[in-house]
């Protein structure tokens, strides 16, 4: 299975770091760009092939910018994963597809699932807050595969310990969510 892996925002931080927590001197951008790769490393080791490319486009591709839509959709891949991190208020994960009732559905729920039961026994105030429809995200309606965006925690909430110190487990969580997909296929 090839899996297209998406950090969310601009690698860097260069036009676009995502949202910020600039008490802590967090920025969205960083810490998506950790969980993927270390998720990419994860699902390799699991025999699945991987491509990563971070993009700051959600809703549209930018001329000059990573294609990620159309990096997919050549490639072409299997299932594509957007990774993220939230702001404005809550705690916990949230997973995007673009409509439900189809492979997309499926797949996040298999991600927003290994997601909570990985890091809510680590710190309980870490919410299910479910899987979601989103057909305004380009990543999610452009693609021709299934396709998801993760929010996996919230930038400016007690959530910021899970997200800096359990990178790892995110980021295997997410990794499980995809090999659980595989294995319903
Ligand atoms: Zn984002």
Known sequence: MRVFLNPGHALGGNPDPGCVNSRYHLRECDLAITYGSLCGKYLEAAGLEVKLLQSHNLYGEAPGYPCVV?????????????????????????????????????????????????????????????????PSFCVLRNTTMPAVLVETGFIDSDDIGLLTQHGDEIARALARGVTDYEQQQ
Not at 77 to 103: M, P
Request: glycine share 16%.
């Open 70 to 134: 159309d990096a997919a959709n050549r490639w072409p891949a299997d299932l594509f994963l957007s990774i993220h991190v939230n702001a404005g208020g809550g705690r916990g994960a949230e997973t995007y597809c673009y409509n439900f009732g189809g492979s997309g559905e499926k797949l996040a729920h298999c991600i927003q699932r290994q997601l909570v039961e990985s890091l809510a026994p680590i710190d309980g105030g870490y919410a299910d807050r479910g899987v979601k429809a989103h």
